[in-house]
């Protein structure tokens, strides 16, 4: 398989693994490939599970194969920023003071990204604790900007940002307290959600400002971010602060006419 599947989008390759076009492996293998071929260089990753990944990919595969019903990730691989937790796994926050620490659950978002069939590559560089605009960290090294590497991706998700327009994966996790989604998005040429407070939960993700901190996905297509943002939101029983009100098919209201659609925005 040539690096011409990693141009596909999420959505496309979601639907290409779904109609056996390609398997899961496949996908996953060229996506690892292209992240050791380039990780010297952009330095995207503090974790790289290759091994799970594959793993992982391979139930994906048998899961298609005996006709079970599958999530609308399924077989995708993504990644996350260095602050969700997962059981078992080295979560840093982009510091040297966690390097060894492995939280004992899972974070919210990437059980429901495990439920929808995700694969999960590894954990994205950052700004130290999720603080700092540019994206540079001095314990493991500044990520690059993959479109010119003399130029910032932006942070305080930096390698989010990076291993997506890199096409690394094809979606990544971040986080947003003020503007550490929508900055590396805009530095680097995606497309980034910050929804409204409480849209996700932030169970198993690291805070930096309990009253602002926001989740959100970071994406090459609007359609890509509708789907990653549709399955990481809505209520969870462990999160107070998680919005009971209904989840909106987000991909649906991407394929509405955009004539007289208002958009407000902020002039101070």
């Known amino acids: 398989m040539s690096d011409s599947i990693l141009e596909y989008s999420l959505t496309e390759v979601a639907a290409g693994i779904r109609r056996k076009e390609f398997s899961s492996e496949e996908v996953t293998r060229n996506c690892l490939e292209k992240i050791e071929k380039l990780q010297s260089k952009l330095n995207c990753f503090i974790s790289i599970y290759a091994e799970e990944a594959i793993e992982a990919a391979r139930r994906a595969d048998k899961a298609i194969a005996?006709?079970?019903?599958?999530?609308?990730?399924?077989?995708?691989?993504?990644?996350?920023?260095?602050?969700?937790?997962?059981?078992?796994?080295?979560?840093?926050?982009?510091?040297?003071?966690?390097?060894?620490?492995?939280?004992?659950?899972?974070?919210?978002?990437?059980?429901?990204?495990?439920?929808?069939?995700?694969?999960?590559?590894?954990?994205l560089n950052m700004s130290e604790f999720a603080s700092g605009p540019v994206g540079q960290n001095q314990h493991f090294g500044d990520c690059k900007n993959p479109w010119n590497i003399q130029c910032a991706p932006g942070g305080s998700s930096s390698g989010s940002g990076a291993a997506v327009a890199a096409r690394l994966v094809y979606g990544a996790l971040g986080s947003d307290t003020g503007g550490s989604v929508r900055i590396p998005s805009a530095l680097c040429g995606l497309v980034g959600i910050k929804g409204t407070q409480g849209r996700v939960s932030r169970r198993g993700g690291m805070p930096l400002s309990f009253s602002l901190d926001c989740f959100g996905p970071l994406a090459r297509t609007a359609l890509d971010c509708a789907r990653l943002f549709y399955t990481i939101a809505g209520d969870d029983e462990k999160d107070p602060t998680a919005s009971k009100e209904p989840v909106s098919d987000y991909e649906k209201i991407c394929s509405r006419e955009i004539k007289d659609i208002r958009i407000g925005i902020d002039s101070t």
């Open 66 to 123: 005996s006709g079970d019903e599958i999530g609308s990730l399924h077989g995708v691989p993504l990644a996350h920023k260095d602050m969700f937790y997962r059981d078992g796994f080295v979560s840093t926050g982009g510091s040297k003071i966690q390097k060894t620490f492995k939280p004992s659950y899972t974070a919210t978002v990437l059980d429901k990204l495990d439920a929808a069939g995700a694969i999960h590559v590894g954990g």
